[in-house]
Every structure is written in C-alpha cells, then in structure tokens.
C-alpha cells in the first residue's frame, strides 16, 4: 500500500502552482515590455499593510512578495490535498468540496 503525505504532496502541488503562475505573469510581463511589474504591485499592495511606513528597493519588494506567494500557494495546496484525501474516506467532503468550487466560481463571474 502506497502511503500518501499530506504535507509533501501539498508542497510540491503548491510550488508547482506558484511556479506556473510566477512564469506566467513573468512571461506577459515581459511581453509588455515591464518585466516583473505583477510581483512589484502586488508586493507593494502587501508591503502596505504589513509595513506601510517602511520605503523598500523594488527587488527586496519582489523577493519578499515572491516568497508570500509560495507561502500562500502551498498553504492552500495543503488545504486542498487534505480534503481530496479525506475524500477517499467519507465521500460527503467531495460533494462539498464540489459545491463550494462552483459558489466560488458563481461568485467569481457574479463580481
């Protein structure tokens, strides 16, 4: 029997994700000809309102929002292969797991 890690499966799910998503908005970045502007805004956003009065280079700004990226990305990644192997044992968290993608989804088209 093939054991399953929670945590190894999260993280590597998670970075894959963040990764994905960091070489995409590098790619249209740059296509735009601002290389690194997403992670330098949303850095900004972020450095705002954990250290609003603190003035930062634009590469600490972006190393430091690329680490929050990862952080949150294999956080919720955990989260997420956590349910999908509860799922395995009591199949009602499926069917909710099911239910709360489309409201986030309604949700998402809805704003």
Request: glycine content about 10%.
């Amino acid at each position: 029997m093939d054991r399953h890690s929670t945590i190894r499966e999260g993280i590597i799910a998670g970075a894959l994700g963040a990764t994905g998503a960091a070489v995409w908005f590098l790619l249209v970045d740059t296509i735009a000809g601002q290389p690194f502007f997403t992670p330098r805004v949303l850095g900004e956003a972020v450095k705002s309102v954990v250290a609003p009065d603190n003035a930062a280079p634009p590469f600490v700004i972006v190393a430091l929002y690329t680490v929050f990226h990862y952080l949150v990305f294999i956080i919720a990644a955990i989260a997420t292969v956590a349910l999908i192997h509860g799922s395995a044992k009591h199949i009602g968290f499926l069917a909710g797991m099911v239910m709360l993608f489309v409201a986030f989804e309604v949700a998402f088209y809805g704003f």
